[in-house]
């Protein structure tokens, strides 16, 4: 028995898993949590996201393509393939429930999100999130995300200071966006269920 765990052990795969949740403590556990389910409300839930768009986040803040004064210096010594472990790791982690701080703007916010407006020419989010939030490879899972986060990366967007979104659908689609409507977008991502893992 003991020479069957020695030699699972040194098997490359639990080297491999060693490697991640050190990987993990060391670089992304203190804001986002061991399971990627931050506490902090500034800070994005990881859990649940496709590893190929995390993964191009990640890489993304690393280059300067997104700006990131707390997590450029911890990414700028990750190889790729580190950066793609770690992606990995998050997305088969099952994302906690969303926390609502201002329940009033939930019905609004879905009605946006759901159906955008069309008096600003805004779309509905759920053409690329999903009706669901789950998100798809290129788009990330947003359902049961942190409000405070959502609205900081909406109002981003807008204001041009973050540029990395696929096809510029981002900064086009929230440049139309009250604050109002982007408050009550952001009550309603996180009031949504959670979608499981591999949805």
Excluded: W
């Excluded at 300067?64 to 911890?74: D, F, H, N």
């Excluded at 409000?147 to 659908?169: C, H, K, P, W």
């Amino acid at each position: 028995m003991l020479a069957a765990l020695a030699a699972l052990f040194a098997t490359p795969l639990f080297a491999q898993t060693t490697d991640v949740d050190r990987l993990i403590t060391d670089s992304c556990a203190t804001c986002h949590t061991q399971t990627g389910n931050s506490l902090a409300p500034p800070f994005p839930k990881l859990a649940g996201l496709s590893a190929e768009y995390l993964a191009k986040q990640l890489r993304d803040v690393r280059s300067g393509a997104r700006k990131s004064e707390i997590m450029q210096p911890i990414l700028g010594d990750l190889s790729r393939g580190e950066i793609q472990a770690i992606a990995n790791y998050f997305s088969r982690q099952q994302r906690t429930p969303g926390i609502v701080t201002n329940p009033k703007l939930i019905a609004a916010g879905e009605r946006v999100y759901l159906e955008g407006n069309k008096e600003n020419g805004v779309p509905a989010c759920a053409g690329c999130h999903t009706k669901t939030g789950a998100g798809a490879p290129r788009f990330p899972m947003i359902a049961a995300q942190n409000a405070e986060y959502v609205i900081q990366q909406l109002r981003n967007f807008r204001s041009g200071e973050r540029t990395n979104d696929f096809g510029m659908l981002m900064r086009t689609t929230v440049s139309r966006l009250t604050d109002d409507e982007i408050q009550a977008v952001a009550q309603y991502v996180a009031s949504m269920p959670v979608p499981p893992v591999g949805r």
